[in-house]
């Protein structure tokens, strides 16, 4: 059974920076497609980023490219995102997914495994 434990979330100041872990374990992951999304109060669950294991392919979404960065760490079977200059509308609690035989889709009911979330709260 798959299992996905995020870690790293907080409170951070506007204008900080944090880095986000999901360890992944439970299965074979060469074929997946490791996502992180994110829910505010209120709002649906949004696309943040996404990460392909075997080729480490990687899409953003528009509101955090240029500022944030996912990577995956083979050896430690781990999937990070590092998000700088944040901002209030990032506070939410984000998500680590994963999809197999995934292609970086943005929809969340296109990835079969879900962590808990982590909450990410960024004060100004």
């Known amino acids: 059974q798959v299992q996905l434990i995020e870690s790293g979330g907080g409170l951070v100041q506007a204008g900080g920076s944090l880095r986000l872990s999901c360890a992944a374990s439970?299965?074979?992951?060469?074929?997946?497609?490791m996502g992180w999304f994110r829910q505010a109060p209120g709002k649906e669950r949004e696309f943040v980023a996404a990460?392909?294991?075997?080729?480490?392919?990687?899409w953003y979404w528009p509101s955090v490219k240029g500022r944030s960065t996912i990577s995956r760490d083979n050896a430690k079977n781990t999937v990070s995102l590092e998000m700088n200059s944040l901002q209030s509308e990032d506070t939410a609690i984000y998500y680590c997914?994963?999809?197999?035989?995934?292609?970086?889709?943005?929809?969340?009911?296109?990835?079969?495994?879900w962590g808990q979330g982590t909450q990410v709260t960024v004060s100004s």
């Open positions: 439970g299965g074979t992951f060469s074929d997946y497609t």
């Open positions: 990460i392909t294991w075997k080729y480490a392919n990687k």
């Open positions: 997914a994963a999809d197999q035989y995934g292609t970086g889709s943005v929809v969340p009911k296109d990835y079969e495994y």
